[in-house]
Structure formats: structure tokens, C-alpha cells
């Protein structure tokens, strides 16, 4: 199992700029991929971001492509999400997620909120 601390949340003006940070602890050897979610108020959660821990390949949501980007430093079992140009939409309460198996989001953290304002 791998615990998942996340970082870096708060309030921000529209075109601002944010850093998140998801640092691991645990079973981070057998890392396979990381990724980001986000919970908007009142909808379902949403796929944002992945990594793949080894390789450092990367995909995105659509709605966040060219805005945010997903890196990871291997050393310090940690990712980041870094948010550029960040809109009301962007809105939510963001989420880290480590899979080991490559077949499901087994480990999550706590969430860290994340407030837009226009």
C-alpha cells in the first residue's frame, strides 16, 4: 500500500498559477503510474492528469491539455501538478492516485481544495 499526501491547494484569481504536490510513502518500489483528480462541487470525480513512473510519459483530460502539466521526481516519490492559466472551471477538490499493478487507482490521498475565483 502507498499513502499519498497532497499539497498546495488554496484560493486564486483567474489566470493565476498553482503547484500541487502529492508526496509517497510505503510501497513506492513497485510504483507503476500516478496520476491527478478532481472532484467539482457537485459533480463526479475526474480523470486530470498521469504519469507512468518509470518512462515519464504523460496524458491528459482535454480540459486542462496545454494549461497543466504532470511531472514526478523519482528521488523524492513525489508528483506534481503544476496549473497554469487556471479558470473558474478548474474549480475542485484535487486528488492523488498511485497504482502499482497498472490495473486500478488503488491508493488516493486526502484531497487539497483548490478555489477559482472570476
Known amino acids: 500500500q502507498v499513502q499519498l499526501v497532497e499539497s498546495g491547494g488554496g484560493l486564486v484569481q483567474a489566470g493565476d498559477s498553482r503547484r500541487l504536490t502529492c508526496a509517497a510513502s510505503?510501497?513506492?518500489?513497485?510504483?507503476?503510474?500516478m496520476g491527478w483528480f478532481r472532484r467539482p462541487p457537485g459533480q463526479e470525480r475526474e480523470f486530470v492528469a498521469r504519469i507512468i513512473w518509470s518512462s515519464g510519459r504523460t496524458i491528459y483530460a482535454d480540459s486542462v491539455k496545454d494549461r497543466f502539466t504532470i511531472s514526478r521526481d523519482i528521488a523524492k516519490n513525489t508528483v506534481y501538478l503544476q496549473m497554469n492559466s487556471l479558470k473558474p472551471e478548474d474549480t475542485a477538490t484535487y486528488y492523488c492516485?498511485?497504482?502499482?499493478?497498472?490495473?486500478?487507482?488503488?491508493?488516493w490521498g486526502q484531497g487539497t481544495q483548490v478555489t477559482v475565483s472570476s
Open positions: 510505503g510501497r513506492t518500489f513497485s510504483m507503476y503510474r
Open positions: 492516485a498511485a497504482d502499482q499493478s497498472g490495473a486500478s487507482w488503488r491508493d
